[in-house]
């Protein structure tokens, strides 16, 4: 797997590749992984810089780790929690769910004047994009308001 002193160089084997990615998959947590065969954080990312296929590896088991998760939310969301499906419905469905906030900044100007053209932009398209929301009840997606 992975064996190292405090100054000895650590040797990645495919046997350790292996023992990592069935650990981590067990434990959920990389650092486990890690420590279980005796390797450091530093070791693994190594690891994933220098292969791409280990690295792909990973990002599968973390993807697996996910959905494993996904699937213990449905069913605790669906039986149990009432704060686990909101967290769920926002999570999933971020432009009904999320919080919104609004900001608005004053700007304090005597004329128009003292305005630059970028500013004079930039009110321009801030009315733009609030007259669109009135109009619809939705709030226009960024690629949008930029060809405005």
């Not at 996904?70 to 605790?76: G, S």
């Not at 004053?106 to 669109?132: F, N, P, Q």
Request: hydrophobic share 35%; charged share 35%.
């Amino acid at each position: 797997m992975g064996k190292h002193g405090i100054n000895d160089k650590i040797i990645i084997t495919e046997d350790g590749k292996q023992a990592f990615l069935s650990t981590y998959q067990a434990s959920f947590n990389m650092s486990k992984a890690c420590d279980s065969i005796g390797w450091r954080l530093s070791t693994l990312s190594i690891a994933r810089r220098d292969d791409p296929e280990f690295d792909s590896r990973v990002k599968e088991t973390r993807e697996a780790i996910a959905d494993e998760f996904e699937e213990e939310m449905k069913r605790r969301a669906m039986s149990k929690s009432d704060l686990l499906l909101i967290f769920a419905l926002k999570g999933l469905r971020p432009n009904v769910y999320q919080e919104k906030y609004q900001i608005i900044q004053k700007l304090e100007v005597s004329s128009a004047k003292d305005l630059s053209d970028a500013d004079l932009e930039a009110i321009a398209k801030a009315k733009l994009v609030r007259e669109a929301e009135d109009l619809t009840g939705k709030k226009p997606k960024e690629k949008d308001k930029e060809t405005w």
